[in-house]
């Protein structure tokens, strides 16, 4: 069998499922059951059939629960198609199959959102926000560190949003109750920038494995563009003084944001207003996307579009801004010491491990030289920077290393 699993969130996730359903297409065996699951499947439903023709059923976002059955039915002559609004309860069960390394693992918290952002398909693919019960995410997190696990990394569309739902709780509830489980790294992902209030900074601030890592996607500095999109529209000014209570309030704050450039009516003012705003706020790690009209969502419809090679201009210039904040910090981190998670030993070569400040496959690694031959993946060890390129760092062990 084959398990095609989709994103639909923006256009190049589109194009992606459809390279990989091109390869399916030409490699599959005959008498493959080829089932397609996720966003994608819930977005077109039924049309994935054209595009490719040894699907055997497909999958909405609701219905991950039921591939075996989805199988069983391929091998009885027939072809489901089970898309429609997703339920109530979140599909996710206890000891899922894990694709990181033992010591990594992701923990889902709830699924869906409730947010308006109008640029945004999520909540029409996964359904409104509802909240895993807490009792069910803290014996997941227990049984993942009896399996090893290092490092818990909390997902959701919104992480912040934890509990609101009315299912008991809150995400500073919750990091209270993760950080007594004992994994001595846990990473919280995807933080609304509304909802980071000084009860949460508590919680991160009395924590003592949950790390000080704060990702909170903004996605503009323009009030206008932000209005627009749906967002809370902050003056930068008023962002930057948020950004600045973070720091001040959490020892090691790391800061990470997202942004999105070349949104309808966005004017090369609304551009500077953004660019001079990372200037200022200097995060220490910075993402951005060009927008993407998606079907279905209220920015389509929105007059004054950008021109493409527009959007592309200023995601270059907004990436490269970025890029100099990030050599000038790595710069400086140069001969400081500080604890890492060895992701990798390779064959030869250095092996990649990972700081506090980077989190997995987002903000770049940190390459050791000069290891121990004892030391194993999931070990958390003390290193001294000794160089950098532009997103990763170069260290090597404190002390003399073993044999």
Request: hydrophobic share 40%; proline share 7%; glycine share 8%.
């Amino acid at each position: 069998m084959v398990i095609i699993n989709t994103c639909s969130f923006i256009k190049p996730a589109r194009e992606e499922a459809h390279g990989v359903f091109a390869e399916v297409q030409r490699k599959a065996a005959p008498g493959t059951a080829v089932v397609v699951a996720g966003c994608y499947s819930q977005m077109v439903g039924e049309r994935i059939k054209r595009l490719l023709p040894c699907v055997g059923a497909v999958l909405g976002t609701a219905y991950y629960g039921r591939i075996a059955d989805a199988v069983k039915a391929i091998r009885a002559g027939e072809r489901p198609v089970w898309v429609n609004e997703a339920g109530p309860d979140i599909d996710v069960r206890r000891g899922p199959v894990r694709l990181t390394a033992p010591h990594l693992a992701y923990l889902k918290i709830a699924d869906g959102c409730s947010h308006k952002c109008t640029f945004c398909v999520i909540q029409r693919l996964r359904g409104p926000y509802r909240s895993r019960p807490p009792a069910d995410i803290i014996a997941e997190a227990k049984a993942l560190k009896d399996a090893s696990a290092r490092e818990l990394v909390l997902l959701a569309q919104d992480t912040s949003a934890y509990g609101t739902d009315g299912a008991g709780g809150s995400l500073a509830e919750l990091i209270g109750e993760l950080d007594d489980v004992g994994v001595p790294w846990v990473r919280v992902m995807y933080l609304h920038p509304a909802r980071v209030d000084e009860r949460l900074l508590d919680a991160f601030g009395a924590a003592e494995r949950v790390l000080p890592y704060f990702d909170v996607p903004l996605q503009h500095a323009s009030p206008k563009i932000l209005k627009s999109m749906g967002r809370p529209a902050w003056k930068p000014e008023e962002a930057l003084d948020r950004l600045a209570v973070i720091r001040e309030r959490v020892p090691g704050a790391v800061l990470r944001t997202t942004f999105l450039v070349g949104f309808p009516g966005e004017t090369w003012a609304d551009f500077e207003t953004l660019a001079n705003f990372v200037a200022e706020a200097r995060f220490e790690h910075m993402g951005a996307f060009e927008y993407s009209p998606e079907e279905g969502t209220p920015a389509v419809t929105l007059p004054n579009r950008v021109p493409a090679e527009a959007v592309a201009e200023r995601y270059h210039k907004l990436m490269t801004l970025q890029q100099g904040i990030a050599e000038d910090r790595a710069q400086r981190l140069v001969g400081s010491s500080i604890d890492v998670i060895i992701d990798k030993i390779p064959p030869s070569g250095p092996a990649i491990a990972r700081a506090r400040f980077q989190a997995p496959e987002t903000d770049g690694v940190t390459y050791l030289t000069g290891f121990s031959k004892n030391i194993k993946p999931g070990d958390i060890i003390k290193v001294k920077i000794t160089g950098h390129d532009v997103y990763d760092i170069v260290a090597e062990p404190v002390g003399k290393p073993d044999a």
